[in-house]
Every structure is written in C-alpha cells, then in structure tokens.
C-alpha cells in the first residue's frame, strides 16, 4: 500500500461550520473504506495548515478518487503527498545504478 499525507485547509464552508469537524472526520474514514483507502492518522493542527492526514492506498487512482470525493464537501482544500518509506526509497534509488 502507498502512503500519502495531506495537508488541509479549511474553507469558507468548513470553518463556519466547524463543530461539525470530528463528526465529518467520521464520514471521511467511513468514505475512506468505499475507496480501498486506510485512514492511518488525523490531526487537527495549529499553523498553515488546519488538518494533516496520513493515509494508505492501493494505487494513487484509489486515492485520488477518494481525495475527489471528499473535497467535493465543500469543507476542504487539500494537498497530498505520496510518501515513501525507507524501503521503498531504497529500491527507487537501486533503480539509479
């Protein structure tokens, strides 16, 4: 599975509504699931950035679907990552001879 991180931003919409946040973070891992994506990790932050993400996937077609889905809300704005462990950064750097 391939792992990503997200940083995200509230909208607007999102912040007015706010005390919805741990209630949409419930509808977020329970979508999550529909797109073979595992909510790893949430926590809400202080700075730049209101929410950060880590999540794993089976291919970034999975995880894009399922990013699609949940900023169509309205409540976020959203920049993933794709992450890489040691290992795999290990193998992508064999790859250079």
């Not at 995880?63 to 409540?75: K, P, R």
């Amino acid at each position: 599975m391939a792992t990503y991180v997200v940083l995200t931003s509230f909208t607007d919409q999102g912040i007015r509504n706010i005390k919805d946040t741990i209630k949409r973070s419930d509808a977020v891992k329970d979508a999550a699931g529909k797109f073979g994506v595992k909510v790893r990790e949430l926590f809400w932050t202080m700075g730049s950035y209101d929410l950060v993400g880590i999540f794993e996937a089976p291919d970034d077609e999975s995880f894009t679907a399922f990013g699609l889905a949940i900023g169509a809300g309205g409540n976020i704005r959203t920049q993933s990552l794709r992450a890489f462990s040691r290992e795999e950064m290990g193998k992508i750097l064999a790859k250079l001879g």
